[in-house]
């Protein structure tokens, strides 16, 4: 496997024919518990031979990157958006060629993409918090590793602000 320079991550689709690039830190680490995302989840699952999405405790990983640090490198004619209805702005980007969810990301103009955390290739940036948590399975522990938040903390929506003045200043 190729070492990756410094400030790179690589993503890929379980099969290798797409394949992502993000450069620069991540604005955050998270794994989200929201109904979406489960819900998501359970359908992509659901398709042919795709990789598990959630976590065995129903969160969903994400690495979110400033827009403008995110390059598809191959494969972008396989990549196909899963709406779970005609009507949200968010899309989960899934590789046709093995049903692999690659990143998240919106219709309505927001400036950072979420790299699913099972993509990367090597480590992932380590998880800094779980958010929308009020959301996961009844069944299921809550693990105590990082910061729990109910719904979206003010810290990770305030990371969200950062990337983008970040992104206004360096034009």
């Not at 004619?77 to 702005?89: I, T």
């Amino acid at each position: 496997m190729p070492e990756l320079r410094k400030g790179e991550a690589t993503a890929r689709c379980v099969c290798g024919r797409v394949e992502i690039e993000a450069t620069g830190a991540p604005i955050t680490s998270i794994v989200c518990y929201c109904n979406d995302c489960q819900e998501a989840g359970r359908q992509i699952e659901a398709m042919p031979n795709a990789p598990a999405v959630r976590d065995p405790d129903g969160g969903t990983g994400y690495v979110a990157y400033r827009k403008d640090r995110v390059s598809f490198l191959k494969g972008t004619a396989l990549l196909k958006k899963h709406k779970l209805d005609g009507k949200s702005p968010t899309n989960r980007v899934v590789a046709t060629c093995c049903n692999s969810p690659m990143v998240l990301n919106f219709d309505d103009g927001k400036w950072w993409v979420d790299i699913y955390r099972a993509r990367y290739i090597g480590s992932a940036p380590a998880v800094q918090m779980r958010v929308c948590t009020k959301f996961k399975p009844d069944n299921a522990p809550l693990p105590d590793d990082v910061p729990s938040h109910p719904r979206y903390p003010l810290k990770f929506l305030g990371k969200l602000v950062g990337a983008r003045i970040a992104m206004l200043v360096s034009r």
